[in-house]
C-alpha cells in the first residue's frame, strides 16, 4: 500500500501511513527503506525541505539493519539489496552535501561500489568530484594558504601540497569518468560539456597547463578501479623529496603547484542546479536540486599569485 503510494506521488499520505506501522513495527525494514527513499521523493517533488531530516534519518537506519544482515520480505520497487543499498547511499550524499560534504564524499564512494545503474550514470561522478572539491580540496587548500602562502618552501609545505595533489588526483580520476560514461548520450551533453571544462581544468592544474595525454585518461579510466579516499601524508614520499615532484596522474614542481594551489582555496558553497534522479517503477524519476560547485579562479589570478610570492 505504502509504495504504490508513492507511485501515485501521494506523499504525505504515504509518509503518514507509514509513521502509523512503525509506532506498532518500529522495526519494519521495509516500511523504513520506503520512509527514508519516499520521504527523500517528497522533499524534491515538492520543494519542501521539512522532509530532509525523516528522509536522512530513516535511510541511515535502513542501511544500518540491511548491512547488520536484515532484510525486508521483499526488496521491490528496488531490484535487491545492493540496488536499495545504492539509492539509501544516494539519499544520504545528496542530503549531507550542502553541510558536510567529507561525509557525503563517503557515501557516494559508497554507493559507486554496487553493481547497479547508479554505477554507471555519470552523475554518480560529478558528485563524487563535487564532494571531494567541496569538501576535502577546500579544507586543505585553506590550511595550505594559512600556514604556507607566501613563506618559503618546507618540508612541512611540501606535505601539504602532496596532501592537496591527493584530492586533486581523485577529482580529475571522478571528472574523466563522468565525461566517459556521459559518452554520446544526448541527456548528458550539456552537462558533459561543463565536466569536461571541470575536468580540463584540474588536470592542467597538476600537469602544468598541459592537457596532453588527457583524452587518453577518458578512454581508459573505465577499466580502473574506483580509487578509495586518499590517506592522509604523514610524511613526504620519496617523489617529492626535490623540488620537482611527480604526482600520481602528472608532473609539476612544487612551487608551481604551491602558488596555484594557494591561488584556487576560495571555494564558495555550493550553488543550486537541476538535474534527473532516477528511481524504480514505484519510485519514479523525479527533478531534484543537485549541487555545483565553484570553479577554481581564472589562471590569470594563478600568474598574479605567482609575481606575488616571488616579492616574499
Do not use: C
Not at 618546507?154 to 556521459?182: F, H
Amino acid at each position: 500500500m505504502v509504495p504504490m503510494l508513492y507511485g501515485e506521488k501521494k506523499y504525505a499520505e504515504a509518509l503518514g501511513l507509514g509513521k502509523e506501522i512503525l509506532a506498532d513495527e518500529p522495526e519494519n525494514l521495509r516500511v523504513i527503506i520506503d520512509q527514508g527513499y519516499g520521504s527523500y521523493l517528497a522533499a524534491v517533488s515538492l520543494k519542501n525541505e521539512s522532509y530532509n531530516t525523516d528522509a536522512l534519518n530513516y535511510a541511515r537506519k535502513a542501511i544500518q539493519m540491511i548491512e547488520s544482515g536484515k532484510a525486508p520480505a521483499s526488496w521491490a520497487p528496488f531490484k535487491g539489496k545492493d540496488d536499495t543499498l545504492a539509492y539509501l547511499y544516494d539519499v544520504v550524499g545528496r542530503l549531507t552535501m550542502k553541510d558536510n560534504p567529507a561525509a557525503a564524499l563517503t557515501a557516494f564512494l559508497k554507493k559507486a561500489q554496487f553493481e547497479t545503474d547508479l554505477k554507471k550514470d555519470p552523475w554518480t561522478y560529478y558528485f563524487i568530484a563535487a564532494a571531494y572539491e567541496s569538501g576535502p580540496y577546500t579544507k586543505l587548500s585553506a590550511d595550505y594558504k594559512r600556514d604556507h602562502e607566501g613563506k618559503d618552501e618546507t618540508p612541512q609545505s611540501k606535505l601539504a601540497l602532496e596532501n592537496i595533489n591527493q584530492v586533486v588526483d581523485r577529482m580529475i580520476d571522478a571528472y574523466a569518468r563522468a565525461v566517459a560514461l556521459a559518452g554520446n548520450d544526448a541527456k548528458y551533453q550539456t552537462q558533459k560539456k561543463q565536466w569536461m571544462e571541470d575536468l580540463s581544468t584540474w588536470y592542467k592544474f597538476r600537469h602544468n597547463q598541459s592537457d596532453a595525454g588527457m583524452n587518453e585518461l577518458i578512454a581508459s579510466v573505465l577499466s580502473k578501479p574506483l580509487p578509495p579516499e586518499p590517506t592522509p601524508l604523514t610524511s613526504l614520499p620519496a617523489s617529492a623529496s626535490t623540488t620537482t615532484s611527480t604526482p600520481t596522474t602528472g608532473s609539476m614542481t612544487s612551487t608551481t603547484a604551491a602558488t596555484t594551489a594557494a591561488a584556487t582555496t576560495t571555494v564558495k558553497a555550493p550553488a543550486t542546479t537541476t538535474t534527473t534522479v532516477g528511481a524504480s517503477s514505484a519510485m519514479p524519476a523525479v527533478t531534484t536540486s543537485t549541487t555545483t560547485p565553484a570553479k577554481p579562479k581564472p589562471r590569470n589570478d594563478h600568474a598574479t599569485t605567482r609575481r606575488n610570492n616571488r616579492r616574499h
